[in-house]
Structure formats: structure tokens, C-alpha cells
């Protein structure tokens, strides 16, 4: 039996809108921000730019960190983005690239 991993995380428009969610599955996920699957905030924000995300062993512990952020200022979440995300970057940018090998062409 596969052991779960779950995650909280922050989705951000260029603008800097946020949304903030909890999934078993971020890869999934994130790609479904992306293309725009779902009506509502993040899509007519356009908040489809990984930003941040923690993990979590248990999915209490994800929705209650979830419950918490939401209940965040926004001056305090941009501080825990920029914390350990300083440049915004789309943590998602490099997923499903082929990985190059050292030493190989």
C-alpha cells in the first residue's frame, strides 16, 4: 500500500493573486490550474504559477495549514512566498522535462 503525501499550496497570478489549496496529488494539480479546469477564483485570476508548497503526512495537518493561510494577511503570505521563494519562479516550470545526465550530449 502506497503511503500518501499531501499538500498545501500557493498558486499565484503574475499580479500576485493567490489561491491557496490542499491536494494528494500537486502534480495533477497544478495542471489543472494551469488549463484552467476550474470555474472561479483561480481561473478569472489566473493564478496558474506554483509559488510555494509544503508537505504533509497526514491530510488534517494539510487542511489545517490550509484553514490557517487563508486566514493570513496578505502581507504575510507574501512573506512566506518570498521566504523561500524570493523570484516568484514556477516551482512546477521544470516538471515532466526529461532530466539531463551528467556527462551525456
Not at 497570478?13 to 494539480?29: A, D, K, M, P, Q
Not at 485570476?45 to 509559488?51: E, K
Not at 502581507?75 to 539531463?100: C, F, H, M, T, Y
Amino acid at each position: 500500500m502506497r503511503e500518501a503525501i499531501y499538500y498545501t499550496y500557493i498558486m499565484a497570478s503574475r499580479s500576485h493573486n493567490f489561491y491557496v489549496g490542499t491536494t494528494s496529488e500537486i502534480e495533477l494539480r497544478v495542471e489543472q490550474h494551469k488549463q484552467g479546469w476550474f470555474d472561479g477564483y483561480s481561473k478569472r485570476y489566473n493564478c496558474n504559477r506554483l509559488v510555494w508548497f509544503e508537505r504533509f503526512a497526514y491530510v488534517g495537518d494539510a487542511i489545517a495549514r490550509e484553514k490557517q493561510l487563508k486566514g493570513w494577511t496578505r502581507a504575510k503570505k507574501i512573506w512566506l512566498i518570498e521566504r523561500e521563494n524570493p523570484a516568484w519562479v514556477d516551482l512546477s516550470e521544470e516538471w515532466g522535462k526529461p532530466v539531463k545526465m551528467f556527462g551525456k550530449g
